[in-house]
């Protein structure tokens, strides 16, 4: 019996890889989540109070273009013009008939912005020369910071030592160091102070420029944001125009393809589950945020493949009606697209949707049946549902207790490792300016700096999480990552015990590294695996199993 589980467990690990190209590559859907239609932040040189209305008279936020040709541009125009749908500059009179208010019905709220770039190549350079400035604005308040100090506002004068650095920093162009300076600023409410390290940092930000640069551009956005009002009030007054959902789809796609993250999570937690079930006939997967289902593409054929042949699989996807854009319809469309795969590898398939929130999700919508050996999977989920910081309904820990009383085999977690849940804005800041850093980076390698979508894939698969954090506070803020230690603590607290990942997975997961990066790493640490980027952890991934007797 035992050296039949053994081949049966390698076998169905050897299967567990990234399919690169073969008939199911139509399927091969990326997998991200999406929470809402992109958000425009602008800023207001007024005060900390001014209203969204006066936002749209002065910005235009940055909505990318597909048009070909390079984007090696940076901030250097003063104009501060709005731009039409089309690309044409907007009067005052347009403006205010464009944009229209409405109550919002999602987590960044209304109303949208027009496109900002022309479809005309030849002219594309220098719209987005205009463009990068119109989002971030243009003003000169150094004389009046100046003047405020002599008429005795002392209050909001830095130390001179920070005088020095500051002065230092810009002189050099640090950028990185300059962000951290204004976003203190910010969270002293030094607001004089912040404006005016805004208007410097416009002239080195750049959406086109090296990752520092087009990062820089989404960070001072956020930060824009919440200088201009709170970020929970900018959410929701303000929202740029999402992307046809075709495009959207293109945009993911192509991030997942560039990065190995995702393919790192899925096939981490995939390893789990097909080594927890290798000896079960009647498999549920209940997949907490399934997206596109393409998490499920290799463990089906994995599952073809076992020796003895494939148990009954039966998932059931939840997923809200946010991520219904970007897949073009509803949960029918994923369960159309494995149940097609599934009767292609024969294996006997049923799928359950669920149209519902995470934070909605009771017993009775999961449908478990009498019989059915259950795998829980949380996959780039749990980080979204609000904790006791946030409610006292704590959805976060609700849905571990609620996971733990069905007495699942495996429970998959697969989370980024960032520390933004509960931490005040300026650490906040700091860690999110050093995590994206990274997973910038790791894409300027892989997809060339003239590639013509970067600056697509960039601003809408990860410029709304950047700004989101900055910006954003209470339930607006949706993107709370937590380090997996406490993770840890959650899961000890709900039942579970870790349970050990195959060995068998992780030289799978090292074979896949090989066709990315030698700056990727690679790390197993009490129990679960870290995928990074040069010294920086990025993803985790780990198992879970309920404690003898709890239940």
């Not at 945009?251 to 789990?272: D, Q, R, T």
């Amino acid at each position: 019996m035992q050296a039949s589980k053994q081949h049966r467990s390698s076998g169905m690990s050897k299967r567990l890889h990234y399919q690169p190209k073969q008939e199911v590559e139509a399927y091969c859907l990326p997998p991200f989540r999406i929470l809402d239609h992109q958000p425009a932040y602008n800023e207001s040189s007024q005060s900390t109070h001014s209203t969204a209305q006066s936002f749209h008279e002065r910005y235009c936020t940055l909505e990318s273009s597909s048009t070909n040709g390079s984007y090696n541009t940076l901030y250097t125009s003063s104009s501060t013009v709005s731009f039409s749908p089309s690309g044409s500059p907007m009067s005052q009179h347009e403006q205010d008939s464009h944009y229209q208010h409405h109550s919002p019905d999602h987590m960044y709220g209304s109303p949208i912005s027009g496109s900002c770039i022309t479809d005309d190549a030849t002219d594309f350079k220098y719209k987005l020369k205009e463009l990068e400035t119109a989002m971030l604005g243009d003003s000169n308040i150094f004389d009046n910071y100046c003047s405020s100090l002599q008429n005795g506002a002392r209050n909001t004068r830095p130390e001179v030592d920070s005088w020095g650095q500051i002065m230092d920093s810009i002189s050099k162009k640090d950028l990185n160091q300059v962000l951290i300076f204004c976003a203190k600023a910010v969270a002293d409410n030094d607001l004089l102070m912040a404006q005016w390290m805004m208007d410097e940092l416009r002239q080195m930000v750049s959406v086109s420029g090296e990752p520092i640069q087009r990062l820089g551009a989404y960070m001072l956005e956020g930060l824009v944001a919440r200088r201009a009002s709170s970020g929970s009030s900018i959410c929701k007054a303000l929202r740029c125009k999402e992307p046809a959902s075709s495009e959207l789809l293109s945009y993911m796609h192509i991030l997942y393809e560039v990065c190995p993250y995702f393919k790192f999570g899925y096939m981490s937690a995939n390893g789990a589950i097909a080594e927890a079930m290798k000896d079960e006939d009647k498999v549920h997967i209940i997949d907490f945020q399934i997206g596109q289902g393409s998490q499920w593409l290799t463990l089906i054929q994995a599952f073809a493949a076992r020796p003895g042949g494939p148990p009954h699989i039966r998932i059931t996807g939840i997923d809200d009606s946010t991520s219904a854009y970007a897949r073009g319809g509803g949960l029918n469309i994923v369960g159309k697209r494995l149940s097609k795969l599934a009767e292609m590898f024969k294996v006997p398939f049923e799928f359950h949707a669920a149209a519902i929130s995470g934070c909605d999700v009771q017993l009775e919508n999961l449908g478990v049946r009498p019989g059915e050996t259950l795998a829980m999977n949380f996959a780039f989920m749990l980080h979204h549902m609000p904790d006791e910081s946030v409610s006292t309904q704590n959805h976060r820990d609700r849905l571990l207790r609620l996971v733990k009383s069905l007495s699942p085999k495996v429970v998959t977690l697969v989370e980024q490792e960032s520390n933004t849940n509960t931490a005040a804005f300026f650490p906040r800041f700091v860690e999110t300016l050093n995590y994206y850093m990274a997973m910038f980076e790791s894409i300027d390698v892989t997809l060339p700096r003239d590639h013509k979508e970067r600056i697509n894939v960039e601003q809408h698969c990860l410029a709304k999480e950047v700004v989101n954090i900055i910006a954003c506070e209470g339930i607006e803020r949706v993107e709370r990552h937590e380090l997996l230690g406490k993770w840890r603590s959650r899961f000890a607290m709900a039942g579970f015990t870790p349970y050990p990942l195959s060995s068998l997975v992780n030289a799978t997961i090292k074979t896949l590294l090989k066709n990315y990066s030698d700056k990727y790493r690679l790390q197993e640490r009490d129990g679960a695996l870290y995928l990074g980027w040069k010294n920086r952890d990025l993803v985790a991934s780990c198992a879970w199993k309920c404690k003898p007797g709890t239940n």
